[in-house]
T-cell receptor
Framework: EPEVTQTPSHQVTQMGQEVILRCVPISNHLYFYWYRQILGQKVEFLVSFYNNEISEKSEIFDDQFSVERPDGSNFTLKIRSTKLEDSAMYFC??????????????FGEGSWLTVV | KNEVEQSPQNLTAQEGEFITINCSYSVGISALHWLQQHPGGGIVSLFMLSSGKKKHGRLIATINIQEKHSSLHITASHPRDSAVYICAVPNSGGSNYKLTFGKGTLLTVNP
């Protein structure tokens, strides 16, 4: 079974510090996503990425967030100056396509970010 | 923005029972997702459906596009089915994976 892997599984950081969350999507997938879930709340969409650029982003994904595919395998989410309210589980996901006939989205196990 | 409502919020069942979880949304969509979130937090996609019904093992998902409603059924429930089940729909104008999520239904199946 193919899988999306995320590191770290848990990170504690000081407010104001930069954080990079890493993801290795499934190798033949072309579309990459970040979602987040604040404890006790709904999962929220952050951003989608295709062909080395952001294809969609939510209102949450402001200037302090950025995504990058630095090489052929990793997909990263950077938070430049973390705030307490950034504490959440961040999920990476990937899909082969986005069409109606495809049910190919796979999620990673998540990275817990705690900002203190 | 699409609004997603799930019911019930919590559901406790005995092993073997037939389970139904409901999802309603406010804006017409191209497809709807059912996801399972494990107690440890990981998320698994169960179904993406745009019409009718899909079946995978003991799981069945149905959707009524006109009524903006979907149901997830679990037949012969088992304790390993205990998880949070989440309905998600695309934001209007977005791709199928720019999703608005429901709050989830916490299912507990007792042996």
């Amino acid at each position: 079974e193919p899988e999306v892997t995320q590191t770290p599984s848990h990170q504690v950081t000081q407010m104001g510090q930069e954080v990079i969350l890493r993801c290795v999507p499934i190798s033949n997938h072309l579309y990459f996503y970040w979602y987040r879930q604040i404890l006790g709340q709904k999962v929220e969409f952050l951003v989608s990425f295709y062909n080395n650029e952001i294809s969609e982003k939510s209102e949450i994904f402001d200037d302090q967030f950025s995504v990058e595919r630095p090489d052929g395998s990793n997909f990263t989410l950077k938070i430049r100056s973390t705030k307490l309210e950034d504490s959440a589980m961040y999920f990476c996901a990937s899909s082969e396509a986005t069409g109606l006939n495809e049910n190919t989205i796979y999620f990673g196990e998540g990275s817990w970010l705690t900002v203190v | 923005k699409n609004e997603v409502e799930q019911s019930p919020q919590n559901l406790t069942a005995q092993e073997g029972e037939f389970i139904t979880i409901n999802c309603s949304y406010s804006v017409g969509i191209s497809a709807l997702h059912w996801l399972q979130q494990h107690p440890g937090g990981g998320i698994v996609s169960l179904f993406m459906l745009s019409s009718g019904k899909k079946k995978h093992g003991r799981l069945i998902a149905t959707i009524n596009i006109q009524e903006k409603h979907s149901s997830l059924h679990i037949t012969a429930s088992h304790p390993r089915d205990s998880a949070v089940y989440i309905c998600a729909v695309p934001n209007s104008g977005g791709s199928n994976y720019k999703l608005t999520f429901g709050k989830g239904t916490l299912l507990t199946v007792n042996p």
